[in-house]
């Protein structure tokens, strides 16, 4: 997959909104699964939004109806859009890469992903 440049964090209010983007050097080619996790200080690093080679989408249930994974294979970025954000969502983010042998992202574990990014900081104050 290349390498992965992450970028867009930075400081919200809460209730305000974000966009990250996740850059690949190179197309990816074939069955493939696309991340976001997210990890806050003294936490386990946590799966976020998911995305595949068909756009098939997996979200966290905290995540869920306020964050949307995209794709632009054109550009080979992945997007996550941020939206009513709080407190809860301060943390480093981090987009990852992993394949997928005809399977589904929600089956993987954060140990099948072999490609990450440098991570960006999301801080959000209320």
């Known amino acids: 997959q290349g390498q992965l440049v992450a970028s867009g964090g930075g400081s919200a209010q809460a209730g305000g909104s974000l966009r990250l983007s996740c850059a690949a050097s190179?197309?990816?080619?074939?069955?493939?699964?696309m991340g976001w996790f997210r990890q806050a200080t003294g936490k386990e690093r946590e799966g976020v939004a998911f995305?595949?080679?068909?756009?098939?989408?997996t979200y966290a249930d905290s995540v869920k109806g306020r964050f949307t994974i995209s794709q632009d294979n054109a550009e080979n970025t992945v997007y996550l859009q941020m939206g009513s954000l709080n407190a809860e969502d301060t943390a480093m983010y981090y987009c990852?890469?992993?394949?997928?042998?005809?399977?589904?992202?929600?089956?993987?574990?954060?140990?099948?992903?072999?490609?990450w990014g440098q991570g960006t900081q999301v801080t959000v104050s209320s």
């Open positions: 995305i595949d080679n068909v756009s098939r989408t």
């Open positions: 190179e197309s990816i080619y074939g069955d493939y699964c």
């Open positions: 990852a890469a992993a394949s997928l042998w005809g399977g589904y992202c929600y089956t993987l574990a954060t140990s099948d992903f072999g490609a």
